[in-house]
């Protein structure tokens, strides 16, 4: 069920953005989250952001599937995903929500591919 939790987060993570995506393409049921932007650089950070999540959601998803049918503790697998749902928030804000914050995109990008590294390597000594 700990898979389930993040992959019901990320979910939900997903449909937001979608709404902001929505949103800054002029549907008036979403202005509430057209939020200071009127240009066509918002409205492309706001689909990359989208997209990035999910490019990235479904493999961490599969791993922490994995690595919880194969017994990890579940306070590893909450752990890492944790910080991958809080890597996907940062980086979805920054891009979604705002012109430019680095300190975001950098510790969004360490928070996606650290937990995503660390999952793969549990797996593959799984495997051995």
């Known amino acids: ?10 979910a939900l993570w997903l449909v937001f953005l979608s709404f902001r995506v929505i949103a800054l393409r002029g ?14 650089e918002m409205l492309q950070r706001a689909i990359r952001a989208h ?3 999910t490019e990235y959601a479904p493999m ?9 049918t194969n017994g990890t503790d579940p306070g590893t697998l909450h752990g890492i995903g944790l910080a991958f749902l809080i890597g996907r928030l940062m980086h ?18 360490a928070l996606t591919l650290t937990p995503l590294l660390v999952a793969a390597l549990m797996l593959v000594s799984i495997a051995l």
Request: glycine share 10%; charged share 10%; with cysteine.
């Open 1 to 10: 069920m700990i898979t389930a939790l993040y992959a019901s987060l990320l």
């Open 51 to 53: 997209g990035n999540l």
């Open 27 to 40: 549907s008036p049921v979403f202005a509430f989250l057209n939020i200071n932007t009127d240009d066509e």
């Open 60 to 68: 961490m998803v599969i791993l922490l599937y994995l690595l919880e």
């Open 92 to 109: 979805g804000i920054c891009f979604g929500f705002m012109k430019s914050s680095m300190p975001l995109r950098i510790g969004g990008t």
